[in-house]
């Protein structure tokens, strides 16, 4: 669990090699101080000023805590991870700059269609195993490297920003896991949540690994197993609830079977910190086709794009502050 190679290393072009730009995709790859962009993206993304990357690559800031003392779960918990030094522009700088979604969808239940807000601000970037992005933005086979047929995702996947392929590499080298999505989640206020779910998708494999990072707001992170059987009571304790104060720069790693036997969710908070915005980074792995569609359709969606605006110290809609 070590970090030898530094950030620097990531953004910095190879000695030898001069920076290459492709100006036919539009795309600039990551290991220059070049903003990220992607025909995807609705406007391009900054790389992190110098000293915040500098002082990321000292992650982890804490040795983790091992959490799998009840039943079914296994979590690695590090109060920090991010370096104090980092943890607030960090924060900062990821509000300002990403691109977000408030994503809403209908569900069919029997005849009754509910009409579902997210209750909460969202963005994903990612591919999953059966593809990757070549170097100029284009996707392709995983295996054959050759361009995936164009009907192999309805959605249209969007790669990493170099400022969170940085975080993917440092938390990969930290965990000792791979990773090849990233979710964010922003909550603006106390009044945004998310409830209790777990991410035991079939397109995430048996036991997945989900790399969950905090900034911003403290917000208690809730965990609950799921309910057994009376019959099947096993010879042990009854597992209970667990509440973790998620501060800014904190990770939690959720691994082995906690995601079949585990809940988890922010609640709605009053009072301290209720007024202040927090995100949420998880980094995860998806192995087929499925996630892709699953994870863009529920965290972009094909609504409006809304950016930070710091006049207003809310997220607006980017059309609005655009003027278009
Ligand atoms: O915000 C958090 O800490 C949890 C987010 C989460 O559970 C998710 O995005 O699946
Ligand atoms: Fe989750």
Same mark, same amino acid.
């Given at each position: $669990?070590?970090? %030898?190679?530094?950030?620097?290393?990531?953004?910095?072009?190879?000695?030898?090699?001069?920076?290459?730009?492709?100006?036919?995709?539009?795309?600039?790859? #990551?290991?220059?101080? @070049?903003?990220?962009?992607?025909?995807?993206?609705?406007?391009?993304?900054?790389?992190?000023?110098?000293?915040?990357?500098? &002082?990321?690559?000292?992650?982890?800031?804490?040795?983790?805590?091992t959490m799998n003392d009840q039943l079914d779960l296994d979590l690695l918990? &590090? *109060?920090?991870?991010?370096?104090?030094?980092? /943890?607030?522009?960090?924060?900062?700088?990821? !509000?300002?700059? =990403?691109?977000?979604?408030?994503?809403?969808?209908?569900? %069919?239940?029997?005849?009754?269609?509910?009409?579902?807000?997210? *209750?909460?601000?969202?963005?994903?970037?990612?591919?999953? /195993? #059966?593809? +990757?992005? @070549?170097?100029?933005?284009?996707?392709?086979?995983?295996?054959?490297?050759?361009?995936?047929?164009?009907? +192999?995702?309805?959605? !249209?996947?969007?790669?990493?920003?170099?400022?969170?392929?940085?975080? +993917?590499?440092?938390?990969?080298?930290?965990?000792?896991?791979?990773?090849?999505?990233?979710?964010?989640?922003?909550?603006?206020?106390?009044?945004?949540?998310?409830?209790?779910?777990s991410d035991d998708?079939?397109? =995430?494999?048996p036991e997945p690994a989900i790399?969950?990072? #905090?900034?911003?707001?403290?917000?208690?992170?809730?965990m609950k197993h799921k309910p057994i059987p *009376?019959?099947t009571i096993a010879p042990v304790a009854e597992p209970r609830p667990l509440?973790?104060?998620?501060?800014?720069?904190? $990770?939690?790693l959720m691994r082995g079977h906690t995601q079949a036997n585990w809940l988890h969710?922010?609640?709605? +908070?009053?009072?301290?910190?209720?007024?202040?915005?927090?995100?949420?980074?998880?980094?995860?792995?998806?192995?087929?086709?499925?996630?892709? /569609?699953?994870?863009? !359709?529920?965290?972009?969606?094909?609504?409006?794009?809304?950016?930070?605006?710091?006049?207003?110290?809310? $997220?607006?809609?980017?059309?609005?502050? /655009?003027? !278009?």
């Amino acid at each position: $669990m070590s970090n %030898k190679r530094t950030l620097h290393d990531f953004f910095s072009p190879p000695a030898t090699k001069k920076i290459k730009v492709d100006t036919t995709t539009n795309l600039t790859t #990551s290991t220059c101080d @070049a903003a990220s962009t992607h025909e995807t993206y609705p406007f391009p993304v900054p790389q992190p000023p110098r000293e915040l990357l500098d &002082f990321l690559s000292f992650a982890p800031a804490s040795e983790p805590r091992t959490m799998n003392d009840q039943l079914d779960l296994d979590l690695l918990y &590090f *109060p920090p991870y991010i370096p104090k030094e980092a /943890e607030k522009d960090l924060f900062l700088f990821l !509000r300002r700059e =990403l691109f977000f979604y408030r994503v809403q969808y209908k569900i %069919k239940r029997g005849a009754i269609e509910t009409q579902i807000n997210t *209750p909460r601000y969202t963005t994903v970037f990612g591919v999953d /195993e #059966s593809s +990757r992005f @070549a170097s100029d933005g284009s996707l392709v086979d995983a295996q054959t490297n050759r361009s995936i047929p164009k009907d +192999r995702y309805a959605c !249209r996947p969007r790669p990493l920003p170099g400022c969170l392929d940085a975080l +993917r590499q440092l938390t990969e080298s930290c965990t000792g896991e791979t990773f090849n999505f990233c979710l964010v989640n922003y909550y603006a206020s106390g009044n945004d949540s998310i409830s209790y779910h777990s991410d035991d998708e079939r397109f =995430l494999g048996p036991e997945p690994a989900i790399a969950s990072i #905090s900034l911003g707001a403290t917000r208690d992170f809730l965990m609950k197993h799921k309910p057994i059987p *009376p019959s099947t009571i096993a010879p042990v304790a009854e597992p209970r609830p667990l509440k973790l104060p998620l501060a800014s720069g904190d $990770m939690v790693l959720m691994r082995g079977h906690t995601q079949a036997n585990w809940l988890h969710s922010i609640p709605k +908070r009053k009072g301290a910190q209720s007024d202040k915005g927090r995100i949420n980074i998880t980094f995860r792995k998806t192995m087929v086709r499925g996630g892709t /569609e699953n994870y863009y !359709r529920y965290n972009v969606g094909d609504g409006e794009v809304f950016k930070w605006n710091e006049g207003k110290r809310a $997220m607006v809609p980017w059309a609005e502050v /655009e003027g !278009r």
